[in-house]
């Protein structure tokens, strides 16, 4: 996702320069990605799953875009701050939402017909 971003970036700046706006190329971009993203997300019942990885989908591409448009020094901090936040804020995440399902478990009543 990223290559792929960086690459559309990229060419968008070298091969169409003066002819057309590179961010009309990078709006794509987004779009794409964004639908992609979409994508990831189910929805089982209340519970959704794959928020993160739709999140780091568009991420991934926009660090890309950010490579393929010359901005280094944004695309590593930014590489750095994501990583941090997918590792550092895992653990706190388990426990919040562990703690959401022992609460739900604990009030769940089935009812069973006669």
């Not at 019942?45 to 448009?69: D, N, R």
């Not at 994501?82 to 804020?89: E, G, K, P, S, T």
Request: with cysteine.
């Amino acid at each position: 996702m990223g290559v792929g971003s960086c690459l559309f970036s990229g060419l968008g700046l070298e091969v169409f320069r003066g002819s057309t706006d590179p961010t009309r190329i990078a709006a794509q971009v987004v779009t794409g990605v964004g639908f992609l993203g979409a994508g990831a997300i189910l929805r089982q019942g209340s519970e959704v799953h794959g928020l993160t990885t739709a999140a780091s989908i568009w991420v991934v591409a926009a660090i890309g875009m950010a490579v393929g448009f010359g901005f280094y020094v944004a695309a590593i901090f930014t590489t750095l701050l994501i990583l941090a936040m997918l590792v550092l804020l895992r653990p706190v995440e388990m426990l919040l939402f562990h703690r959401y399902k022992k609460i739900q478990e604990a009030v769940e009543v089935k009812v069973v017909p006669p």
